[in-house]
């Protein structure tokens, strides 16, 4: 698991296993963000197996899938109202950390999208998906 800090109390991870919310707790995530769809790909965790292990492990968990296609998704209020409520720190993960960290710059004020744009940019992530909500 690599887990990327886009800013204070916001990271974002590639896909996770049960196994590893543990140490996403103990690390100090209060907040589980799943922004995969279940069976994107065969073989890859279910949204109700992490589910179960952050309810184990303390955290509160928010299953928010989106796709390059569907993007920004139906909840992009929702996600942004969970970026910002303070519950945090926030942990979110796809695939790669892509759509995650695409969602964090589209769920910024728009006197904030450029500079958490710049962020993203430079720890390596195709903002591509949020362009097109620019």
Known sequence: MR?????????VSEQITPTEVAAIAQAGYRVLIN?????EVPGQPAS?????????????????P????????PDIERMRR???DGNG????FCRSGTRCANLWVATREEHGRAEAGAVASSLGYDLGMSARCL
């Not at 720190?89 to 979110?92: D, G, K, Q, Y």
């Open 66 to 73: 989106v796709t390059a296609a569907s993007f920004p998704g």
């Open 3 to 11: 887990i990327v800090k886009l800013a204070e109390g916001y990271a």
């Open 89 to 92: 720190p926030v942990l979110a």
């Open 48 to 64: 109700a197996d992490i589910a179960a292990a952050a309810a184990a492990a303390g955290l509160e968990y928010h299953y928010i």
């Open 35 to 39: 922004n995969r769809p279940d069976n």
């Open 82 to 84: 969970l970026l910002n």
